[in-house]
């Protein structure tokens, strides 16, 4: 049996309220939680990595600096960002706004935004490990054997012996496991290494190969149903 996807939160406030109204729905998502009362401590966590929630209460004046940090952070993925807060303005950087006071329904509301975010973001950014041989062949027709080491919904990671030029357009077929019928991929290099690994963007996919691939996809998430847990 396959897992939940587990996702992260670090919960920045003073406000014994706002920690133990988020607290238990966060639990209730199987989120798992950090309390960080310290904005500057937070910002150092954050821009290590591996957070995919931040839940900033807005009582502190260097709340606003943390929210910029993460913005003009250099990290791949970014996470999503619920801040509570005394109005319903709009802040720059800020994915969703609860407004205090805080109550397990408007909490409850504000999570589901966030987690649907999250999710979105994780299906964006996760990759499944095939290792699978394959045959490419770029605009000129030359061919060479790859190593196709992942996939997720945007593309795939190659490794090659020729490295690939980024820009270059690759076909080639693509069996699924426990499929039994390839997908028919084109792609474009986006990235490469000098170790012949290399990031390729999906530029076509027929409807019938998207829709094996998506259901592929499916049958390896498995994330927390929030409608039972939460409404």
């Not at 109204?21 to 199987?30: A, E, P």
């Not at 720059?92 to 409850?108: D, F």
Request: hydrophobic share 40%.
């Amino acid at each position: 049996m396959k897992s939940e996807v587990a996702f992260d939160c670090l919960l920045v406030s003073h406000d014994p309220a706002v920690l133990g109204t988020m607290d238990r729905i966060l639990q209730g998502l199987s989120i798992r939680t950090d309390v960080c009362p310290n904005t500057s401590i937070a910002a150092n966590l954050v821009t290590d990595g591996g957070t995919d929630l931040i839940v900033i209460d807005l009582e502190s004046e260097h709340s606003a600096e943390l929210i910029r940090k993460i913005c003009e952070s250099s990290m791949r993925q970014k996470p999503t960002i619920l801040a509570v807060s005394t109005t319903d303005c709009a802040i720059p950087g800020v994915h969703v706004i609860l407004r205090k006071p805080v109550t397990p329904e408007s909490g409850t509301r504000s999570l589901n935004a966030a987690y649907a975010r999250m999710v979105q973001n994780y299906r964006e950014y996760t990759r499944f490990a095939l290792m699978t041989p394959v045959v490419v062949t770029d605009e000129n027709e030359t061919a060479q054997s790859a190593i196709v080491r992942d996939i997720g919904e945007g593309g795939v990671g190659l490794t090659t012996k020729q490295p690939l030029a980024i820009g270059t357009i690759l076909s080639f077929p693509l069996p699924l496991p426990e499929v039994g019928s390839h997908l028919h991929i084109r792609a474009r290099v986006l990235w490469n290494r000098p170790h012949g690994a290399a990031g390729c963007k999906f530029v076509h996919l027929s409807p019938g190969d998207l829709h094996l691939l998506h259901a592929w996809l499916e049958s390896r998430y498995r994330f927390k149903r929030i409608g039972s847990t939460l409404s």
